[in-house]
């Protein structure tokens, strides 16, 4: 058995829940009598390098559990891929600091900086555990049937959405909403949840994993138009055209290579221009809704909270018994009641390789989504307010 001090990062995109896991590994940690301390990481793997650590073994659980309950990475996060020499940089401060566990809260780009630190250590022939513990509002990571993160930020997405059509009935028109997920279109489905009734929106669905046809686009808006008198879109801020180009980015690239897709409004610009030039009549809206899906507080789902908080609590646990390197996921048992299970999954099944929407959740017309997809999501976001109606 390995004993030694822990480390703990948060990396990638912050959530409403991460927190939740790291108070979780924190708690966890205090039982393991061979975890001899317990060090916070500002800012993930980029604090590590400049030993930039926060002691977490001595905070009251009062404290603990507000920032549990705190959207956002409370350590601080961080987007950088490790090379060669950061990576001998950061094994320099954990064997100076008798580190011998090591836990990355993140998504598939985490999972990945943490396959490549475990492998490191084998060729080192240092005695250490590494764990990935999963995070992401995209919901793309491997073998997990879900991500904790997402289903808070599917919460918010429905509410945006139920609210966003109340407006778009009291004042007809085309309505634009632009939302994350990349290259996976889980986050944009889950505006489906909005509807109670029908005619409610949104009315049209598109994901990225769907080519984006933009005359297909036109008809769509069209004929949604013609049936309700108005129409509301919900689109991936990762849709792409035939030849798989995104319809809006500004080009540029973090360290592992992702495209920045969120951070202006030109999807949303670009659609609205087309829907204008094809109907000079309507009135025509976009928003983008960026980050503000990520850390929206008072939205958060009672299972994403709570699984999360057991993630973390599963990662180190797991770690402190066997030392074995992986990366946790999350096994649906039922769905009524939902009930769920926690395991390991080697590191190389989620690093780097991201998953995608399922074909059987996305309809034949590819503009909306199918009753498994609500069937799949609906426990995870838990019940949402009733619209009233005259």
Known sequence: ???????????GGPTAVINQSLVGAILAAREQGVITGILGARHGIAGIMKEDFIDLSTQPLSQLEEIAATPAAALGSVRLKPGKEECEKVFEVFK??????????????????AHIISEMAKEANYDFCTVHIPKTIDNDLRVTDHCPGFASAARFVALAFMGDDRDNAALSGVKINV??????????????????????????IYVPERTFSTEQFKKDVAEKIQQYGRCVVAVSEGVVDAEGHPIATS?????????????????????????????????????????LQRSFPTIVSEVDAKEAREVGFFAVKHAATTAENGSVAIRRLSNVPYRSEYFMTP???????????????????????????LDYIRPLVGDLPKIGRF
């Open 1 to 11: 058995m390995l004993k030694g001090k822990m480390v703990i990062g948060q990396s």
């Open 96 to 113: 100076k600091n008798d580190v011998r566990f090591f836990f990355y809260v993140g998504g598939n780009d985490s999972a990945e900086t």
């Open 179 to 204: 939302v994350m997920g990349r290259d996976a279109g889980f986050l944009t489905a889950a505006s489906a949840l909005a509807r109670q009734e029908e005619g409610d929106g949104p009315h049209l």
């Open 347 to 373: 590191l190389s099944t989620v690093a780097r390789e991201a998953t995608s929407l399922s074909d059987a959740y996305i309809s034949s017309k590819g503009n909306d989504v199918t009753q498994a997809w």
């Open 251 to 291: 080009g540029e690239k973090d360290s592992h290579g992702n495209l920045q897709l969120s951070g202006t409004g030109a999807l949303g610009d670009a659609l609205s221009a087309i829907v204008k030039q094809a109907l000079p009549k309507a009135r025509v809206r976009a928003d983008t809704f960026g980050y």
